[in-house]
Structure formats: structure tokens, C-alpha cells
């Protein structure tokens, strides 16, 4: 367990022997840690803080971690007609304003001043590329959590209790897929979700929801659409990115 994006991350694996798990484990924390600093809007020099210091339409090099965050929430805006953005109102731009270059390395092109947080989905990123880690490492099994964003993969299924909007758990067993969870009501709500909620204007009721899907981008991406959406729509995006609403 350590600190990182603002929560605590935990990491579990299962290895060949227990020397071989613990150094996929540390790989897996290393690399999380990497990718944090990259996404990290307010941290000096990392890819979103020079995006959102752009000027003109200068095009802006960017990792390759940046440019799959930046096309899936693009993807997600467009899918949910604009109830999922990332971006704060403090600037005019949205994310399907920016142009992402694919090439040695990746670019963007920001075509309207903006300030983008991409909070909850680059955590699900990070969650991911851990796992990545631990798979290529030769992990058999294991678990990623990252403060509501968790995944798990391998052989056998992880007992989870999963809290509801009224405070009471059950059990979700969960293996080989992902669990996120958001609720409005958080009083220590992390920054990014400001851009989700602020720039909606949503009145919708829900006040929480959990998804489960295949990575942890994806869930953490439709918890924020199921707060905001129509009902429709969200039955319309669950079937689309092949994921369950848990609540």
C-alpha cells in the first residue's frame, strides 16, 4: 500500500514464488507512480499542465499514456452527447477540442484555451497499466485498488463488499474485471470530479453509482455518466462499452 493520486493504492499479486511477486509488485507501483506524474494536471511539466497552458494552435508532444486517456474521453464524450467532459468551466474548451496526433511522439493540438482534469479515468488508467505489469511479470493472479477504482484478474474471484447510496454493503464477487464506484456526496471528493460535475449543469438525482467493466478506465468513465445522464443514454453506453450498472 502506498499514497498516490491523492488516495491510497494497493497492489496484490500472486507469482511463481513469493520473491517473483514482490518484485512485480514494486514494477507495478514504479509504473504507477510514472504514470501519475504524467496525468497529474497541477504537476509542473507533466502532459495535461502544458495542454492546459497552451496557447494558439501550437502542437503540443504528449505521452503515449496521454493520448489513449485523452481518445477514450473524447470517445465517452461523444458517446454520452457531452454529459462526460473532463473539463473545468474555468475555459472554454472541451475535450473533443483537441486534435491528438499519433506519431514518434504523440501531439495535441489545442484549439480552444482549456483546463482538463482527467481525475477518475487516468486513475482507471493507472489501474490498468499496473495490472499490465503484474500480468507481464508472470503474475498468476492479483488486485489493484486504487480509492474506488479496482480491478481484478487471474484465476479465482475476489470477495468484495460493495457499499450502496445507503451505507449498507453486499457481497460482489469479482474476478478477471473491474469495479468503480462514485458518490457526489463525498465530502473529500477528488479534484478531477469537479470537471464532471461542474460542466454538466446535470440536475439528475442519482447521487451514487457503481459499474463494473472489463478495465478500470471504463467503469470509472460510466460512474460519472450514470450521475449525469438520462436513463436512456446510460442503458445505451452500459451496452455500448459492455459493462453492468451495480446499483
Known amino acids: 500500500m502506498r499514497v498516490e493520486m491523492g488516495t491510497l493504492l494497493v497492489i496484490e499479486a500472486r507469482g511463481a514464488s513469493a520473491a517473483e511477486a514482490r518484485v512485480a509488485v514494486a514494477g507495478a507501483f514504479a509504473e504507477a507512480a510514472r504514470l501519475a506524474r504524467l496525468l497529474d494536471p497541477w504537476a509542473p511539466q507533466s502532459d495535461l499542465w502544458r495542454l492546459n497552458r497552451a496557447t494558439g494552435a501550437s502542437a503540443v508532444p504528449i505521452s503515449r499514456a496521454a493520448l489513449e486517456v485523452l481518445r477514450f474521453a473524447q470517445r465517452v464524450s461523444l458517446l454520452s452527447t457531452g454529459f462526460f467532459d473532463p473539463c473545468l468551466p474555468t475555459q472554454p474548451g472541451r475535450v473533443t477540442d483537441l486534435e491528438l496526433i499519433d506519431g514518434e511522439p504523440p501531439r495535441a493540438i489545442v484549439h480552444r484555451p482549456l483546463e482538463i482534469d482527467c481525475g477518475g479515468i487516468a486513475k482507471g488508467y493507472v489501474v490498468d497499466a499496473a495490472v499490465t505489469v503484474l500480468r507481464k511479470a508472470g503474475c498468476s493472479a492479483g488486485l489493484v485498488n486504487a480509492g474506488g477504482d479496482l480491478r481484478v484478474f487471474g484465476v479465482h474471484c475476489e470477495p468484495l463488499l460493495l457499499r450502496g447510496p445507503a451505507g449498507t454493503c453486499r457481497l460482489l464477487p469479482?474476478?478477471?474485471?473491474?469495479?468503480?464506484?462514485?458518490?457526489?456526496?463525498?465530502?473529500?471528493?477528488?479534484?478531477?470530479?469537479?470537471?464532471?460535475?461542474?460542466?454538466?449543469?446535470?440536475?439528475?438525482?442519482?447521487?451514487?453509482?457503481?459499474?463494473?467493466?472489463?478495465?478500470?478506465?471504463?467503469?470509472?468513465?460510466?460512474?460519472?455518466?450514470?450521475?449525469?445522464?438520462?436513463?436512456?443514454?446510460?442503458?445505451?453506453?452500459?451496452?455500448?462499452?459492455?459493462?453492468?450498472?451495480?446499483?
Open 174 to 247: 469479482l474476478g478477471d474485471a473491474a469495479v468503480a464506484v462514485s458518490d457526489r456526496d463525498l465530502r473529500r471528493a477528488p479534484s478531477g470530479h469537479r470537471g464532471y460535475y461542474v460542466r454538466s449543469g446535470s440536475a439528475a438525482a442519482r447521487r451514487f453509482a457503481a459499474v463494473r467493466a472489463a478495465d478500470a478506465m471504463t467503469a470509472d468513465a460510466l460512474t460519472k455518466c450514470l450521475l449525469l445522464a438520462p436513463a436512456a443514454l446510460n442503458e445505451a453506453l452500459l451496452n455500448e462499452l459492455h459493462s453492468e450498472n451495480l446499483v
